[in-house]
């Protein structure tokens, strides 16, 4: 999943606090994309259990940012769907890899561990599409962040340097996601075209390209569009009902 995927899904599968299971939802993107990150992947990607346990005990208001990274994660939530969305690519994977190739300027086996992304984008294309006011509440979302606060929690729980998880926040949620962007095909694009250019082998995208790949992966998606969405949410909604038990 991508920002919208993930926040879809974090606020269908948890009934709580929206702005924090967003906001939570959004943390793990951090890994792999940002440089230099405080976080080990296993804290910030996967920790949510762990940020869970430190908000109940000390900011119980607080514990949905947990549950939103526990969403997008791959034990437990949408990220788990991560080989399994690659399937709907039938005999059109081949293809996709070459555009994926040329359109992010990497070699073929980078462009494969980029495939499920560009599956992602093509679901956040057919949220933006069919969801229109719920892309209106990331906005309002994103606007309203409390970075400061948000590097407080996180830099406590696992003792992290404070300026150092400051930095990466506001890396994501001020240069990476931009509100102006989230209203299109092109600026899911442009999105992409930042959050990539952060990875190991520098991506340098081709926004045209990569618009025309999204649409492409949208229309491949979109038959079983609600299927996927609904069987993602009942998994994680499951594996989230298990923290309460």
């Not at 992966?217 to 038959?223: E, H, N, P, Q, S």
């Amino acid at each position: 999943m991508n920002i919208l995927g993930h926040a879809y899904i974090a606020t269908q599968a948890v009934s709580g606090n929206r702005e924090l299971l967003i906001i939570g939802s959004l943390l793990p993107e951090t890994a792999p994309f940002i440089a230099n990150n405080p976080f080990a992947y296993d804290e910030i990607h996967e920790g949510g259990e762990r940020l869970f346990r430190f908000l109940l005990k000390n900011y119980p208001q607080k514990q949905d940012l947990a549950l939103g990274m526990i969403a997008h994660s791959c034990k437990s939530g949408a990220d788990g769907w991560n080989k399994k969305i690659e399937k709907y690519t039938g005999e059109q994977k081949g293809e996709l890899l070459k555009e994926i190739a040329e359109a992010s300027r990497v070699n073929l086996r980078a462009a494969e561990s980029r495939l499920h992304n560009f599956l992602w984008w093509g679901m956040d294309f057919l949220i933006l599409q069919n969801y229109p006011k719920f892309v209106k509440e990331i906005d309002q979302t994103l606007i309203g962040v409390d970075v400061e606060e948000i590097a407080r929690l996180l830099s406590e729980c696992f003792k992290k340097d404070s300026k150092e998880v400051l930095k990466i926040f506001k890396i994501l949620f001020e240069k990476i996601y931009k509100v102006k962007d989230l209203s299109s095909v092109a600026g899911l694009a442009r999105t992409w075209a930042r959050q990539a250019a952060g990875l190991p082998e520098k991506d340098k995208v081709d926004v045209k390209k990569v618009t025309k790949l999204v649409e492409k992966t949208a229309i491949l998606l979109k038959k079983d569009f609600s299927y996927i969405l609904n069987l993602i949410i009942e998994e994680t909604k499951k594996n989230i009902d298990l923290f309460f038990q």
